[in-house]
């Protein structure tokens, strides 16, 4: 099993629905991320978490959410999903510390149409 | 802010050509500096993870360079194949993004048979 797992692998979404992407880990990692990936910009950071009680917005948090339900699970939510949201979201986690490496996710493959 | 630049954005070599891949940063406090490869549609794969007091690191064919001072990393891929074609991406983790991974656009690199 992959250490950072993400669900759906796809998914096709109309414009106005809400939809969650969900994150588990096995890696035992406090951190976990949200980013967003869209041709030619790179990845961009949506939310990050440092522990359960602790969740921050990244540069382009505007239009979605966060739940931070245990140590292994980050779920990131669109409430109502417009077509530029349409992009690969990834979800990566980190050891507490600032040496370490990160570790990502297969990612999401949303289209909002 | 910290921005990461990778230039190319693409590179074409026939099989067995040393790759050189670029990445430059404009905060020299970093961390460290981790190097992906990316297949189409795919997650990240983490190649190696620099820290800011080393000079470089190895793995395999993969050497990743540091030079912190002037704010640049070069990875090198030895005697190229085929399977080496994946889009590459640097990120750095340092005090101007608040200690979280900042990416650069990437490299897409194809190696011709």
């Not at chain 1, 990131?76 to 690969?88: D, F, G, R, V, W």
Request: aromatic residues 10%; contains cysteine; hydrophobic residues 30%.
């Amino acid at each position: 099993d992959a250490d950072v797992t993400q669900t759906p692998r796809n998914r096709i979404t109309k414009t106005g629905k809400r939809i969650m992407l969900e994150c588990s880990q096995t890696k035992g990692h406090d951190r976990m991320y949200w980013y967003r990936q869209d041709p030619g910009l790179g990845l961009r950071l949506i939310y990050y978490s440092f522990d359960v009680k602790d969740i921050n917005k990244g540069e382009i948090s505007d239009g979605y959410s966060v739940s931070r339900q245990a140590q292994a699970k980050f779920s990131l939510s669109l409430e109502s999903a417009i077509p530029n949201q349409t992009a690969l979201y990834f979800c990566a986690t980190s050891p507490t510390g600032f040496g370490y490496g990160y570790t990502f996710g297969s990612g999401t493959r949303l289209t909002v149409v | 802010k910290q921005e990461v630049t990778q230039i190319p954005a693409a590179l074409s070599v026939p099989e067995g050509e040393n790759l050189v891949l670029n990445c430059s940063f404009t905060d020299s406090a970093i961390y460290n500096l981790q190097w992906f490869r990316q297949d189409p549609g795919k997650g990240l794969t983490s190649l190696l993870l620099i820290q800011s007091s080393q000079r470089e690191q190895t793995s395999g064919r993969l050497n990743a360079s540091l030079d912190k001072s002037s704010g640049r990393s070069t990875l090198y891929i030895a005697a190229s194949q085929p399977g080496d074609s994946a889009t590459y991406l640097c990120a750095v983790r340092g005090r101007a993004n608040g200690y979280k991974l900042s990416f650069g656009a990437g490299t897409t690199v194809t190696v011709r048979a």
